[in-house]
């Protein structure tokens, strides 16, 4: 029975959990029994879910009768996946002592033993034929691939704690996610931290490169998708000649069935192929666009150009190579299932690249290259970089005025997708320039052309990002592609507002955006948005957007705002629950900006409050979410390593959103303690905020605002971030 604080209170330790469930999970840990055992090894678990994560990992020996430990010392405390060497990858690449107080060294592999993993292609200047595509079906052989996959041991980024979804979640035995209630006056980082940990903003502000900074699955994962590519792309060789073969990408019109076929050449098995059977293929005709734009840029240099190549006829073979029907390809299926789960802003199922811009098609590729194992086409990616960019921001469509429309949802939304997708392509051009791109290149698109694509948002109309009612249409009246654009507007408004609140976050930049404009809809859930028939579209809107969920009556502002409220109702925390990861991150994620402008602003006693309760209120609905929602979204965690035909579909970093929270609440505690140590002779510091009042010689009180916690501007490195991180791990382990 609750105790009067609304808690469930263990009766052996007098533990306190918001949830009864949490308190029961909790008492087993009062007894010996361990009824769940392993089938394999014979070893004994007091917790199901335990007994999962250890079925992931099980080789068959018997760890129960040794008694040895597989993890590390350092995986064990931090609850993290361990590959048993000497070091472990987790020691190793945070230099950090990897000892096994349960092992004898000699036991230990090294770390230079063989490891299973596939070898990528080796690729050569050698012209490549054309007879790839994007979206292939998968064959037996690739069966055979995720088979081999999923009997790798999980890799040591591959955190075991909880779902693939959750960060130290409810699996965490020794901080549950019921974790008890904070103090009254307490801060919610020091007494309450629910078990999160900055596993992941650790090493994003530590590190640079998409791959290494973001979730873009395994170097094993990437070389499998690679593999499967290049295996389906060699099965095509070895038919008969003349006999159509796949398309290179799949036609988006049923009635034009012959649009993308090719015909094989004999002389493929050479690599010798005919220029002119590329013609054969529509997408060649972008890609040869692409080639004219790039050469465009390099031999008419604007003032103030950042491209400093010399056009030359061996530069304009490496160009076509880059952009040869192979190769992009391969970076445009690497762009889908490694980068896509992060910044999910284009439509794949209707993706069709005959009919998509050249400067949209040339950004995606690059990404692809970017997150591509082969450290050639990394290599060969940053040629273009500068390239690229020159030509996305000269685009016509981009640089061409629009009048601002009031409405806020306009018929006419259709006439509005070449110029979205070019605001698209200028997003990705930032993306890699910020990640991947030289400290200059990062601050140009910091200082400069992000302020660019934010006035072009603007232009088309930030309030324009909203959805119809379509829970009430039937399948005759549902516009799917009316659904796509909106829905793809809505997403690129959204993460052009969250790469907004990572300049803030990270580099210590004012923002661009205000919170009050983003008077626009909610992001659709992912399976809605992931649905391959306008059909399965309408069926998952039907299921998950329902008349009284809060996608088409809620605006991101107003969302924002209601969790700023001092107290939530079940049901209204229940309500806010359904908006799904994507957008309870870009919530959290504004809870920074407004932590920016409290700190670098003369503000009054208790501002500081509104922001502790949307903290606290948030990290109270996102646990709901995870509780009762993330099953409708069957790719957020029940596969580490999930079929390589729907890696597309899974959830990227912002699986991580509870760490942004948890640097929520270690700022605002670093803002509070700061206003209460900084007591001058004759100052009283409010209880409430982090001011204090002065009394002058007139007796008139006034409030001065301390020093911020980053005092550090528009910053490339995110040292500020990272220190402040370890700062607060290096208490936690005090």
């Given at each position: 029975m609750p105790d009067a604080?609304?808690?469930?209170?263990?009766?052996?330790c007098l533990k306190g959990y918001k949830r009864r469930e949490h308190l029961q999970r909790h008492r087993s840990s009062h007894n010996a029994e361990r009824p769940h055992r392993c089938i394999l090894c014979s070893a004994s678990f007091q917790r199901t879910d335990v007994l999962k994560r250890h079925l992931q990992t099980c080789d068959g020996s018997s760890t129960a009768s040794s008694g040895r430990r597989r993890a590390c010392d350092r995986c064990v405390r931090q609850k993290k996946a361990c590959n048993s060497l000497q070091p472990c990858q987790n020691c190793e690449k945070r230099a950090a002592q990897c000892q096994y107080s349960n092992a004898p060294p000699a036991s230990m592999p090294s770390a230079t033993n063989d490891v299973p993993s596939l070898e990528p292609p080796i690729h050569n200047s050698t012209p490549v034929p054309p007879?790839?595509?994007?979206?292939?079906?998968?064959?037996?052989?690739?069966?055979?691939?995720?088979?081999?996959?999923?009997?790798?041991?999980?890799?040591?980024?591959?955190s075991v704690n909880g779902d693939w979804f959750g960060i130290n979640f409810a699996q965490n035995e020794s901080a549950d996610a019921g974790a008890s209630q904070a103090a009254p006056g307490s801060s919610p980082a020091a007494s309450d931290s629910r078990g999160y940990s900055f596993d992941f903003l650790y090493d994003f502000t530590s590190r640079t490169g998409l791959v290494s900074s973001f979730e873009c699955a395994t170097l094993e994962q990437r070389q499998q998708i690679v593999a499967s590519f290049d295996r389906a792309y060699l099965e095509q060789q070895e038919r008969e000649p003349?006999?159509?073969?796949?398309?290179?990408?799949?036609?988006?019109?049923?009635?034009?069935?012959d649009a993308g076929y090719i015909e094989p050449d004999m002389h493929a098995a050479q690599g010798l192929v005919p220029y002119s059977y590329w013609?054969?293929?529509?997408?060649?005709?972008?890609?040869?666009?692409?080639?004219?734009?790039?050469k465009n840029v390099v031999t008419v240099k604007p003032n103030n150009s950042t491209v400093t190549l010399t056009w030359s006829p061996e530069l304009e073979q490496r160009c076509i190579q880059f952009f040869s029907p192979y190769r992009f390809s391969k970076f445009i299926e690497l762009y889908w299932s490694v980068w896509h789960p992060n910044v999910s802003i284009v439509h794949r199922p209707t993706f069709n690249p005959s009919t998509s811009k050249s400067i949209l098609?040339?950004?995606?590729?690059?990404?692809?290259?970017?997150?591509?194992?082969?450290?050639?086409?990394?290599?060969?990616?940053?040629?273009?970089?500068?390239?690229?960019?020159?030509?996305?921001?000269?685009?016509?469509?981009f640089c061409s005025d629009v009048e601002p429309s009031n409405e806020p949802a306009p018929p006419s939304i259709l006439g509005s997708w070449r110029k979205l997708q070019a605001l698209q392509a200028s997003y990705i051009v930032c993306l890699y320039q910020n990640w991947e791109g030289t400290d200059a290149s990062k601050r140009r698109i910091r200082r400069h052309r992000f302020g660019t694509v934010v006035s072009v948002a603007r232009d088309i109309g930030i309030e324009t990002a909203r959805h119809l009612d379509y829970s009430r249409l039937s399948i005759h009246e549902f516009r799917w592609d009316e659904?796509?654009?909106?829905?793809?507007?809505?997403?690129?408004?959204?993460?052009?507002?969250?790469?907004?609140?990572?300049?803030?976050?990270?580099n210590n930049l004012p923002h661009r955006m205000v919170i009050k404009e983003m008077k626009m809809h909610m992001a659709s859930p992912a399976p809605c948005f992931q649905a391959a028939t306008a059909e399965e579209?309408?069926?998952r809107i039907h299921e998950l957007m329902p008349p009284t969920s809060p996608f088409c009556r809620l605006l991101l502002r107003d969302a924002i705002e209601q969790v700023c409220m001092d107290t939530l109702t079940s049901e209204e925390q229940e309500n806010l629950s359904q908006l799904g990861p994507l957008n309870l991150f870009a919530i959290v994620s504004a809870f920074h900006s407004i932590i920016f402008q409290h700190q670098n602003s003369f503000g009054v006693a208790g501002q500081l409050e509104p922001i502790r309760n949307g903290l606290r209120n948030w990290i109270s609905i996102w646990e709901r979410y995870f509780d009762d929602w993330s099953n409708s979204y069957p790719n957020d965690g029940a596969q580490a390593y999930p079929p390589l035909e729907t890696m597309w579909k899974r959830v990227g970093f912002i699986r991580f959103s509870p760490e942004y929270w948890l640097l929520g609440t270690l700022l605002t505690d670093r803002i509070a303690e700061a206003a209460s140590q900084e007591q001058p002779g004759g100052l009283g510091v409010t209880s409430r905020g982090p001011f204090q009042e002065s009394t002058s010689n007139t007796g008139r009180a006034h409030a001065r605002s301390v020093e911020p916690i980053l005092d550090k501007y528009d910053q490339t490195s995110m040292r500020q971030v990272n220190d402040l991180i370890t700062d607060f791990q290096r208490f936690r382990v005090e």
């Open positions: 604080q609304g808690l469930h209170r263990c009766p052996i007879f790839a595509f994007d979206d292939v079906p998968f064959t037996d052989i690739d069966t055979v691939i995720h088979q081999a996959v999923s009997a790798f041991p999980l890799l040591p980024d591959q003349f006999v159509p073969v796949a398309p290179l990408f799949p036609a988006s019109n049923p009635s034009s069935q013609l054969h293929n529509p997408i060649v005709i972008k890609l040869q666009k692409i080639v004219l734009l790039v098609l040339a950004a995606m590729a690059l990404i692809g290259a970017c997150v591509s194992p082969d450290p050639v086409d990394n290599a060969d990616a940053r040629v273009w970089f500068n390239c690229v960019e020159e030509m996305v921001f000269t685009d016509d469509d659904y796509v654009v909106r829905e793809e507007l809505i997403r690129t408004f959204l993460w052009i507002f969250l790469l907004d609140t990572a300049f803030v976050i990270f579209c309408l069926l």
